[in-house]
């Protein structure tokens, strides 16, 4: 199967959400006050946007202990037929966010986003997204001295919904966690699955991938070409070779456009523009490209960080790379 990756992948905002944020205004659906979506027209009346997706806040622990790193998740669980979108939508679509609010002293680590899905859409139209249920994880550490006997960990999650019809929601999380000198684990097979479902820089003693990069984005306007070599060991040529699939998440500011993969033995190189957008303020923040392959039982992933830089003539230096765990995308 040819290596699946879109034309050009826009920001989001450069393309739907302007008016699709307009359209669900003008027709009434967008939060009220408790934070909810509003009814929306042409839904079963056995079925409401509050049904499409439910939110949990977990933690791999029962007890926080003073100074001991944990982790926590936000779990999304989709409709069957419905989905939400990864951190960059794709063409269409709106990213889920999740802001966290931890007690003081308490420190999260950013969002950390499993492998996940293509929808290819009439219109050529590519986006990136989670249907079943997914789990968007981050690793807390608690100061070294804690007071009282609990903690509250609290999280404002939105999300758009899509099927034929696309659904904002949205909820406040919430949840509570005994202090103790001992960590109690929790979820673990949970947080183990999902956390087997992440990217990852490096590190895998499985499969080691290094990586190439040649190019840097540089501030200046003008469309910079970037190429990306991933080389693996013989073992790992067959599973590269099935359903190579890339995943560009530019921050704001920037567009990956002429995404093409082209697989060679023992290598795949990846070719890319990024451009400035116009009347955007970029905000320096490095332009993540992911790269997964692997039979849909066992997708594998690796991400690399292209920096932006203020010299036009500077190199990303090599980086060095690694595999994710079996994965059921």
Request: proline letters at 11%; one cysteine or more.
């Amino acid at each position: 199967m040819a290596p699946r990756c879109p034309g050009p992948v826009r920001r989001p905002g450069e393309i739907l959400a302007p008016a699709l944020l307009f359209l669900l205004a003008c027709v009434g659906l967008l939060r009220a006050d408790d934070g909810l979506p509003l009814a929306l027209p042409g839904l079963p009346d056995a079925e409401t946007p509050h049904d499409l997706v439910k939110a949990e806040l977990l933690a791999d622990t029962r007890t926080v202990a003073p100074g001991r790193p944990f982790r926590v998740g936000v779990l999304l669980r989709m409709k069957p037929g419905w989905h939400v979108y990864w951190r960059n939508p794709g063409d269409a679509g709106l990213a889920t966010t999740v802001r966290f609010d931890l007690p003081s002293g308490f420190v999260a680590s950013p969002l950390q986003w499993p492998i996940p899905e293509r929808y290819e859409l009439p219109g050529d139209i590519v986006d990136y997204g989670y249907s079943g249920q997914v789990l968007l994880l981050a690793d807390v550490t608690p100061p070294t001295k804690l007071d009282g006997e609990t903690v509250k960990l609290a999280a404002r999650v939105d999300w758009l919904s899509c099927n034929e019809k696309c659904v904002p929601g949205g909820a406040t999380l919430s949840l509570t966690l005994a202090v103790g000198q001992a960590a109690q684990p929790d979820h673990a097979e949970l947080f183990a699955t999902w956390a087997g479902r992440l990217p990852t820089a490096g590190g895998a003693a499985d499969c080691p991938v290094s990586v190439e990069v040649e190019g840097v984005v540089a501030r200046q306007a003008a469309p910079q070409a970037i190429r990306v070599t991933l080389k693996w060991n013989k073992e790992c040529d067959a599973a590269a070779a099935v359903d190579l699939r890339c995943y560009p998440a530019p921050p704001d500011g920037c567009a990956v456009e002429n995404l093409k993969v082209t697989p060679q033995p023992g290598r795949v190189e990846v070719s890319l523009t990024v451009r400035r957008l116009t009347g955007i303020r970029a905000d320096g923040s490095p332009v993540a490209l992911l790269v997964s392959w692997g039979p849909k039982d066992g997708r594998r992933g690796i991400q690399v960080e292209l920096p932006v830089s203020g010299d036009p003539e500077a190199r990303a230096p090599p980086q060095s790379g690694g595999t994710t765990r079996p994965d059921d995308e």
